[in-house]
């Protein structure tokens, strides 16, 4: 390196003053002499021992050691830091792209409730801050967990061939009121005796999710539990799809379909993409929020239904999700293109096939939550539930 900036210091004035022709024959010697790549040859030599005068009575010489790369000026400080950490957290860790355009409607509205004490200008910079902005700074709070559950569907009978497979004809996909059914087992690893099941059903359209707790997975609390959740939806249930489970497909919940014209398809076995919109909330509401602990009490089968009750509130008007815009294949490659993530509420404002009734009906009651005292209550029934899974495993 010594050898080098002498090299460097000796050539340099020879350098500046050589005429073009000169120049190049110069910059073949040095490159040779030093190992340098040409252009960077190049800078060093006119730039060493250049005099500039950067104020009055103050010269700065250029040497050959390498200039230091300017900082990026921070945009983001702490105050803004503390204050995305808390709302990532209260929106249960979302990424960038699902957070960003949720937080142009709750930071106003924690603003309002009292919830979130801060600057204008820092409210100001939460509302804009961008997708790849947010992950960069809650990229050092991360913390990733990857867990799978097991499955507990049972083969049903023959009566499984009067059900016919979902097709895309099947289906109007894009209308509220197509619904995706399965249950989600509360075994905590081992499956024997009763234990409660979460019966989860998902809207195809809007991501809209309703969640009930039963005993065990009879025939005769599912269809109870289908039917409370149906009087919950904001739309009617105009198509079921399940998988192939003898919970399912059975003669009761067929006649009934036939009955109120719902539309009854299944899933083709061991095919669990067939039903993507319910396996995904699975993971991402009910294993996400209850975990994989065994519930096999009355009171614990309670318990899950309270919490589910505010945790139709937080997931359906709060956490906004992506849904796929397109999906291009190049070969081997494969693009996808979502749409902005949008909360099921939003979509459901959005449909022209639900009524103005229970549109009003839904800000209604959107008007009516704080999201930081929704999310106090959904921790503190987590909390309730985790006791009970420690006192049920004590005495076991």
Known sequence: MRERKTVTKAMARQYRRASKGEKGRILD???????????????????????????????????????????????????????LKKLWEMLDY??????????????????????????????????????ASIDRLLKPERDKHSLKGR??????????????????????????????????????????????????????????????????????????????????????????DSDNGSEFINHHLLNYCKEQEITFTRSRPYRKNDNCYVEQKNWT?????????????????????QLYLVLRDYVNFLLPSMKLKEKTRDGAKVTKRYHAAKTPYQRVLESDKVAKAVKERLRRRYAEINPAALYRELRRLQRQLEKRTGRESEVA
């Open 29 to 83: 010697q040095f490159t040779a002499a030093t190992g340098y790549e040409r252009h960077h040859a190049a800078c060093l030599l006119r730039r060493h021992g250049k005099q500039v005068e950067f104020v009055p009575g103050v010269v700065l010489e250029g040497s050959a050691q390498r200039r230091p790369r300017p900082g990026r000026t921070r945009v983001y400080g702490k105050e803004v830091e503390q204050a």
């Open 94 to 131: 979302l990424s960038g792209k699902r957070l960003a355009p949720a937080l142009r409607e709750l930071v106003p509205r924690l603003v309002a409730c009292r919830e979130l004490r801060v600057k204008k200008a820092v409210q100001k910079q939460l509302v804009e801050m961008s997708a």
């Open 151 to 240: 499955s507990r569907t049972k083969p049903g009978t023959m009566l499984k061939h009067q059900i016919p497979v979902r097709t895309f004809s099947d289906w109007d996909e894009q209308s509220p009121g197509f619904l995706e059914m399965d249950l989600v087992g509360h075994d905590g690893g081992k499956a024997e005796g009763d234990y409660c099941f979460t019966l989860n059903l998902t809207d195809v359209a809007t991501g809209w999710t309703e969640l009930a707790a039963v005993p065990n997975k009879a025939q005769k609390w599912v269809f109870e539990a289908l039917q409370a959740l149906g009087r919950r939806l904001p739309f009617s249930v105009l198509g079921l």
């Open 285 to 305: 509401v009910v294993r996400r929020y209850v975990g994989y602990a065994r519930y096999d009490s009355p009171a614990s089968c309670e318990l899950l239904n």
